[in-house]
């Protein structure tokens, strides 16, 4: 049996930046990383938009606010001291109807509240000044919003880990979990380890590692898979998208509405819509796992949700097959979009955890059990939040041992 001081599942950022910090703060700890894919980052972080978050979003006082405010600086010092590329572009929030404006004053207040300076309120004719193609009754600029390639920036942090002497180990899937004694007993697919701290960093995967630890008790959450489905400008039309133009939320829904984001490559995504996944890390509509969808569908959470947005759903769901539908809400934002102006693009799967009473963690979940501590629900902001992430799970890993 192997012996590690640490070992953490799951090589996307948040994994990546979580063993980055331990080892930053504790050279001498023998960490393992396991993954179960080839790389690290192929699945949440490798498929985002590539956004580095303000933080306007997010209740004052929540995880999310607290780690996205902190993450960014982090991300940014990071990137600097390695040399790695970003933007820090702006964006534009945009209410289209009348109804929309509290909702912008909201957006706006919370901003102040989370500390964001330099925020700018915009009448329509001001919209113009950011995004002249823009369509809109008023809107927010958010100086501080960016974006960044992920992939690069985990690269990076593989890179660095290597170098400190940290073991990541690739192709890798974890099978079991037993705790006993102060430690914990890992079972994957290759070896059988014992560690003095396991930290699962899961993603899609979160609760069925919670349901290893749990030992065979039911956990009270479960991870819905939600494919977000990308178009890409054309050329000839990303002149009509300058940074990133986004609308304004439904307050109601944990996702921020279909918008444009440029990226650090030059493409011009328009997306993502919501549709249920049938398969945790299904980007296609054909992807399929029984097993995973039976389990999504027999989740009494997932009953109440369905319930509860089934209108939404639906709509998703049309949308998702109708590009004309997809273009209309697009001209929403820009009217002079069309339909041969987009061609198909990527798409990713949000890992979005739901209780069983039928409620969407809206905010970022971590759970703990003896020496092994579970980060649960890590959707966006997760990847801007993750150096911050890190150091809250190297803070309660040092406590640990």
């Not at 329509?124 to 600029?141: R, T, W």
């Not at 073991?167 to 007993?185: C, F, P, T």
């Not at 609760?207 to 956990?219: F, L, N, P, Q, T």
């Amino acid at each position: 049996m192997i012996r590690r001081d640490v070992i953490i599942i799951g090589a996307g950022i948040i994994g990546l930046a979580a063993a980055y910090k331990i080892i930053e703060r504790s050279p001498h700890l023998k960490i393992l990383l396991i993954e179960k894919e080839s790389n690290v980052s192929t699945h949440q972080t490798g498929h985002n938009s590539g956004v580095i978050h303000s933080g306007i979003y997010y209740k004052p006082g929540s995880l999310k606010a607290i780690n996205c405010l902190k993450g960014y600086r982090m991300l940014l010092d990071f990137c600097d001291k390695n040399e790695i590329d970003y933007e820090l572009c702006g964006k534009i929030i945009v209410a289209t109807e009348e109804k929309e404006l509290p909702a912008l004053d909201a957006l706006f207040n919370r901003g102040i509240e989370n500390g964001l300076a330099d925020m700018k309120k915009l009448t329509s004719e001001e919209l113009k000044n950011y995004e002249p193609h823009v369509k809109g009754i008023a809107g927010i600029h958010v100086p501080q919003t960016g974006i960044v390639d992920y992939k690069i920036v985990s690269q990076k942090l593989s890179g660095i880990l290597k170098e400190k002497r940290v073991d990541i180990r690739l192709n890798e899937e974890v099978k079991a979990i037993k705790i006993s004694n102060g430690s914990s007993e890992l079972i994957s697919t290759s070896d059988e380890y014992r560690a003095k701290a396991i930290v699962s960093c899961a993603g899609l995967y979160s609760d069925k590692i919670a349901a290893m630890v749990s030992g065979g008790s039911e956990i009270d959450f479960r991870i819905i898979p939600f494919r977000g489905e990308y178009y890409q400008l054309e050329d000839k039309a990303k002149h009509l998208i300058k940074n990133l133009i986004y609308p304004v939320p439904d307050p109601e829904f944990p996702f921020l509405g279909v918008h444009f984001t440029k990226r650090m490559d030059g493409i011009v995504e328009a997306g993502p819509n919501a549709v249920l996944a049938f398969k945790k890390e299904g980007y296609k509509k054909t992807d399929l796992d029984i097993k995973e969808l039976f389990s999504t569908l027999g989740f009494k959470g997932f009953h109440k949700i369905a319930k509860k947005y089934w209108k939404t759903g639906f709509y998703e769901i049309y949308r998702s097959f109708s590009k004309k539908e997809f273009v209309s809400s697009l001209q929403k934002l820009v009217p002079e979009i069309k339909e041969n102006d987009l061609v198909k693009g990527g798409s990713g799967v949000r890992a979005q955890a739901c209780r069983s009473d039928g409620s969407l963690i809206d905010d970022f979940l971590f759970q703990e059990k003896e020496n092994i501590i579970n980060v649960c629900n890590a959707p966006s902001p997760g990847a801007t939040s993750a150096l911050s992430i890190g150091e809250t799970i190297s803070d309660k890993v040092l406590k640990l041992l």
